[in-house]
C-alpha cells in the first residue's frame, strides 16, 4: 500500500516498481458512489522505467540500513544448539545418566541474493553410532512457515516448527502416534546444557542435553 487518504483513496503498488493501481471513491448521494480503477504502467526498458527502478533500489537500500533485517528466531534458535550434543533422562542418578543418544545439529542459513532458503537437520544416534533419527526442517519460500518431518525413524509426517520468545524452539503434529507428538527444546542454560521435552500422546519425557566431548 503506497498510500491512503480515508474515505477517498487508496493507491497500491503491483508486481513490479514501475506500476501501480489506484482506486478513488466520490459519493455521487445517499445511495450511490463512483469507483474509479486507473492502472498506471511505465513503458518497460524506457527512461522512465530505469529511472524508476533505481530510485526504487535506493530506497531500499536506505530502508535496509535504518531498518536491518532481524534474524529468523528458528534460524536463531538451532543455530545456538549447532554441533553434537549426549542426551540423558531427567532426575536419574547412578547407572540410568548413561547416555541414551547422541545429536548432530546442523544449520544451512541459506542464502538471500541465491534464494535458498535455510534448512535444520537433527540427527540422533545410538551411543554406539546407530542412526535412530533424523529430522529435516526448512522454511517455505512463500509463506515463510517451518515445516519439516521426521524421516528416518518413526513414521513420515508434516511437522511445524514453533519458536518461543525464550528462545526455545518445538515442533508438533497431532496425529503423530505411535511417535512423539510434540518435541520442545529449551533455550540453553548458564552451564551450557538444555531441557528436552518429548510428548507421546498423554505421556511424556524429559531428557537433558549436555554438549558431547570432541576428541582431539
Not at 526498458?45 to 535496509?64: I, P, Q, T, W, Y
Not at 542418578?93 to 542464502?111: C, I, K, Y
Not at 513420515?156 to 503423530?176: D, N, Q
Amino acid at each position: 500500500m503506497l498510500a491512503y487518504v480515508s474515505p477517498r483513496l487508496l493507491l497500491l503498488g503491483d508486481d513490479t516498481p514501475t506500476t501501480w493501481t489506484a482506486l478513488e471513491l466520490d459519493a455521487l448521494d445517499g445511495l450511490r458512489t463512483r469507483l474509479r480503477l486507473e492502472h498506471v504502467g511505465v513503458a518497460a526498458n524506457s527512461k522512465a522505467a530505469g529511472a524508476a527502478e533505481a530510485s526504487d533500489r535506493a530506497f531500499v537500500a536506505r530502508l535496509e540500513r535504518v531498518l536491518p533485517q532481524k534474524p529468523d528466531p528458528v534460524v536463531a534458535a538451532f543455530t545456538a544448539l549447532a554441533g553434537a550434543w549426549e542426551e540423558r533422562r531427567l532426575g536419574r542418578t547412578g547407572a540410568e545418566l548413561d547416555v541414551l543418544r547422541r545429536w548432530t545439529v546442523a544449520v544451512d542459513p541459506g542464502d538471500v541474493e541465491l534464494e535458498l532458503q535455510p534448512s535444520v537437520v537433527l540427527e540422533g544416534t545410538s551411543p554406539t553410532g546407530g542412526r535412530l533419527e533424523r529430522w529435516v526442517f526448512w522454511r517455505e519460500a512463500e509463506s515463510a512457515r517451518w515445516i519439516g518431518a521426521l524421516v528416518v525413524g518413526g513414521e513420515l509426517a508434516a511437522y511445524e516448527v514453533t519458536p518461543h520468545a525464550s528462545g526455545a524452539i518445538g515442533w508438533f503434529w497431532r496425529w503423530a502416534m505411535p511417535g512423539p507428538e510434540e518435541v520442545s527444546i529449551g533455550p540453553a542454560a548458564r552451564d551450557g546444557s538444555v531441557r528436552v521435552w518429548r510428548t507421546y500422546g498423554c505421556c511424556g519425557e524429559g531428557f537433558d542435553w549436555t554438549r558431547a566431548a570432541v576428541a582431539k
